[in-house]
């Protein structure tokens, strides 16, 4: 991605509005995710329900999960997402949310926030940490997709800039270690995997 004319920063779910249908159609086919799907669905426990922060239309991630059988709740601030992810599984619970404004009762076994948490500003990012932390089980396992060093990229998507943000590496050690995540696993430019920066860590409460 390259530096690009700036757009919408705050709220990039109001880009997913005007862009969603085409991301739908564009976004790439394979699950290149799987082995680290496949490692959550290998810790998860009988009867566990997995957490989608950022779900879109819920294609790969949510339907990876759905076709092994785990029940999962698709989040998207975005309407039009919503409104796809509904479509394309009309049995699954979903839930027109900021991930940001997030305050279940419910906890849950796993929290995947795939190529989602990267689009929100690297002020908003410490603070989802506390909201991870208490949307898990103890022992759960979190997800999440960043980018190595502290920074904003802008990259065109549909006709449309779509903002992404990082913290640097040694910070989101620190955010997880203080919210009392241990990191299992994290993997920089993975090139299995899109070349995805992959950070998995579990919950555990002291």
């Given at each position: 991605?390259?530096?690009?004319?700036?757009?919408e920063?705050?709220?990039?779910?109001?880009?997913?509005?005007?862009?969603?249908?085409?991301?739908?159609?564009?976004?790439?086919?394979?699950?290149v995710?799987?082995?680290?799907?496949?490692e959550?669905?290998?810790?998860?426990?009988?009867?566990?329900?997995?957490?989608?922060?950022?779900?879109?239309?819920?294609?790969?991630?949510?339907?990876?999960?759905?076709?092994?059988?785990?029940?999962?709740?698709?989040?998207?601030?975005s309407?039009?997402?919503?409104?796809l992810?509904?479509?394309?599984?009309?049995?699954?619970?979903?839930?027109?949310?900021?991930?940001?404004?997030?305050?279940?009762?419910?906890?849950?076994?796993?929290?995947?926030?795939?190529?989602?948490?990267f689009h929100?500003?690297?002020?908003?990012?410490?603070?989802m940490?506390?909201?991870?932390?208490?949307?898990?089980?103890?022992?759960?396992?979190?997800?999440?997709?960043?980018?190595?060093?502290?920074?904003?990229?802008?990259?065109?998507?549909?006709?449309?800039?779509?903002?992404?943000?990082?913290?640097?590496?040694?910070e989101?050690?620190?955010?997880?270690?203080s919210?009392?995540?241990?990191v299992?696993?994290?993997k920089?430019?993975?090139?299995?995997?899109?070349?995805?920066?992959?950070?998995m860590?579990?919950?555990?409460?002291?």
């Amino acid at each position: 991605m390259i530096q690009m004319e700036k757009g919408e920063r705050k709220n990039v779910y109001k880009v997913y509005n005007k862009i969603g249908r085409w991301f739908a159609e564009n976004r790439y086919a394979d699950s290149v995710e799987k082995a680290y799907l496949n490692e959550i669905i290998q810790k998860l426990p009988q009867d566990a329900k997995v957490l989608d922060l950022g779900c879109g239309d819920g294609k790969p991630i949510l339907e990876y999960f759905i076709n092994h059988h785990v029940n999962v709740l698709g989040v998207d601030a975005s309407e039009q997402m919503i409104e796809l992810a509904k479509i394309n599984f009309p049995s699954t619970s979903f839930l027109l949310k900021d991930m940001r404004e997030l305050e279940l009762v419910e906890k849950f076994d796993a929290i995947i926030a795939w190529h989602s948490f990267f689009h929100l500003p690297a002020d908003d990012q410490p603070d989802m940490f506390r909201i991870f932390r208490q949307h898990l089980k103890p022992n759960g396992i979190l997800l999440f997709t960043s980018g190595t060093e502290r920074g904003e990229v802008w990259g065109m998507n549909g006709g449309e800039n779509l903002f992404h943000a990082s913290l640097d590496t040694t910070e989101y050690q620190t955010l997880l270690q203080s919210n009392q995540f241990k990191v299992l696993k994290h993997k920089i430019n993975d090139p299995d995997c899109g070349g995805a920066n992959v950070w998995m860590a579990q919950y555990k409460p002291r």
